[in-house]
């Protein structure tokens, strides 16, 4: 049987992509402002369990 992983990121008020949106540009282009913020937390550099490698 095949495994589906969908990973997808929104932000608490619903925005999920940008007006430019294309197969080629699913996130229309605003990917990097939507997910900036986890990037400067310090909690996002603490080793994870689950991004350990298998």
Do not use: T
């Not at 900036?36 to 996002?44: D, G, H, I, L, S």
Request: aromatic residues 14%; charged residues 25%; glycine residues 12%.
């Amino acid at each position: 049987m095949s495994k589906i992983i969908f990973d997808s990121g929104i932000s608490l008020d619903g925005y999920f992509a940008g007006e430019n949106r294309s197969p080629r540009d699913p996130m229309g282009g605003v990917s990097g402002k939507l997910h900036r913020w986890m990037f400067v937390q310090k909690v996002f550099w603490k080793p994870c369990r689950f991004m350990r490698p298998a």
